[in-house]
Structure formats: C-alpha cells, structure tokens
C-alpha cells in the first residue's frame, strides 16, 4: 500500500493546490516516463511530485525516467531537498532524487518515506510555489522602488 501519496495529495490542498491525477505505478523506467510525460504534456499539470524509487535498489529507476523527460533540469531543489534531508538524517546522502521541468510543469521525485515526505513538503512548497508562478506565468507582478 502507498502511504506516500494520499499524505501528499492531503498536503497541496491544505496548502491550496487542486490534486487533478495520482497514479500508483510499480517500478518501471518506461511506465514512469510515459505517465509523467502524459501529465505534463496531455494534462498540463502545473506540478508532478513522485514518491519512492530513488535509492540503490536495481528497481529505483524514478530517476532515470524523470532524467529521460525533463527539458531542463532544477538541481537547486533536489540539493536542498538533501541538504534539508542531511540535517535530520545522514541517509539523505542515499537520496538519487532529481528535479527538472517539462513544458511549464514542474516535476519533483521525493524519497518514498511518510516521514520523510512530510518533511520535505513542509520545507520546499513555499519556495516551489514562488517557481511554479514564474513557470506557468502567474507570478504577481511587482514593483520595487529603491531610494
């Protein structure tokens, strides 16, 4: 059973966002790929968060699958990620987690622990917010005076 997801979901509509899609795939670069490849390109998510797959295990493959998708990569969240991860825990180091945008969607592997995706979300979603504005062009516009 993912614990991951529904923790996820409950977590961007507490902060205001609209869940329009989860999907529970097993451990397959080509499905993974294709599935996040749809979101973004069919569905035009603004954001795509994985959970799980992103350690040593032959089976962890989420990263490659985003690698293989993105258009750009964001390497500035996967290092904070495992920064923010290291100050509690230096199994973070373990973490192969990638970041990168498709199109205008941004797409973010997360470890595949409760505990732990709570933490990250609570520490990112603020400033991936700010990104998200700027990606799909809603960023409030404003004026800075300097005297």
């Known amino acids: 059973m993912d614990a991951c997801g529904p923790l996820i979901c409950a977590m961007l509509e507490t902060a205001g966002y609209r869940v329009i899609r989860t999907a529970l795939l097993p451990d397959d ?8 490849r749809r979101m973004a390109d069919e569905e035009h998510v603004d954001l795509v968060l994985t959970s799980g797959g992103t350690g040593f295990s032959p089976r962890d493959v989420t990263p490659e699958a985003t690698k293989k998708i993105i258009e750009r990569d964001v390497p500035g969240i996967a290092e904070a990620i495992r920064v923010f991860s290291l100050s509690i825990t230096p199994r973070a180091m373990l973490s ?52």
């Open 29 to 36: 670069e080509s499905l993974l790929a294709g599935e996040m």
């Open 96 to 147: 192969r987690g990638v970041a990168g945008i498709r199109g205008k969607t941004l797409i973010i592997n997360l470890p595949g622990s409760p505990k732990a995706v709570k933490e990250i979300l609570e520490y990112i979603l603020p400033p991936v917010h700010h990104g998200l504005e700027i990606l799909t062009g809603r960023a409030s516009e404003c004026a800075v005076k300097t005297v």
